[in-house]
């Protein structure tokens, strides 16, 4: 567990990083992780961070998301949701997945939209790591009562995967950390595989 001066702390220390990161890319930077107040999300933003992904605080502390739309904007905020199957149901869970809420996906999903978020990062805490693929069983259940660009996550473990989602329809973007963690120069493989199979990725020049 970590208490509010340890998480200040680690906020601190997050923000540094981003300073030093964003010298030397050209993408835009999404950062979270303990934001709980509007002092929170300003030292992210002024270290050069692009937008910000709210977890926790959507459901703890609705106001506080409220007010980051109306001074940052829509498109600055993305709401991360981490979901799990429970008797066969996506219930949505809190706190780095400690925490469930009584709310099932569909009802969570309208509700973050209702606050006027920008963005939704949807992950499936089942398949996160697993590398077997999306949870596309439950996306394509869920996909239809997204209104705002939608990047899936957890379990992409190959380019086929990243291909799938892709293609689904409201489905913006993929997320993966796979590629990034375990397999070496797979990510820019699977860009060229997916370039190449004529999907919409960017196509970087160095």
């Not at 200040?8 to 934001?35: E, H, M, R, Y």
């Not at 106001?63 to 739309?69: G, P, R, S, T």
């Not at 993966?176 to 970087?204: E, V």
Request: proline share 2%.
């Amino acid at each position: 567990m970590i208490d509010a001066s340890k998480e200040k702390k680690d906020l601190q220390k997050f923000s540094s990083t981003i300073s030093k990161i964003v010298q030397n890319i050209f993408i835009p930077i999404c950062a979270g992780g303990g934001i709980r107040s509007i002092a929170d999300a300003e030292l992210l933003f002024n270290s050069g961070a692009d937008k910000i992904l709210l977890n926790s605080s959507l459901s703890e502390n609705p106001n506080l998301v409220l007010e980051l739309v109306k001074i940052y904007g829509s498109q600055s905020i993305v709401a991360s949701i981490d979901f799990k199957i429970n008797r066969g149901s996506p219930l949505v869970l809190i706190n780095n997945g400690k925490t469930e809420l009584d709310k099932d996906l569909i009802t969570y999903i309208r509700y973050v939209q209702d606050l006027g978020i920008g963005e939704i990062y949807l992950n499936s805490i089942d398949k996160d790591g697993t590398g077997f693929g999306y949870d596309f069983s439950t996306i394509n259940k869920v996909i239809e009562y997204i209104n705002v660009p939608l990047i899936i996550a957890g379990g992409a473990g190959n380019e086929f995967h990243l291909a799938e989602g892709l293609k689904l329809d409201k489905v913006n973007a993929v997320a993966t950390a796979n590629l990034f963690n375990f397999l070496g120069d797979g990510l820019p493989i699977a860009r060229k595989s997916l370039i190449q199979s004529g999907l919409n990725i960017a196509k970087w020049i160095f």
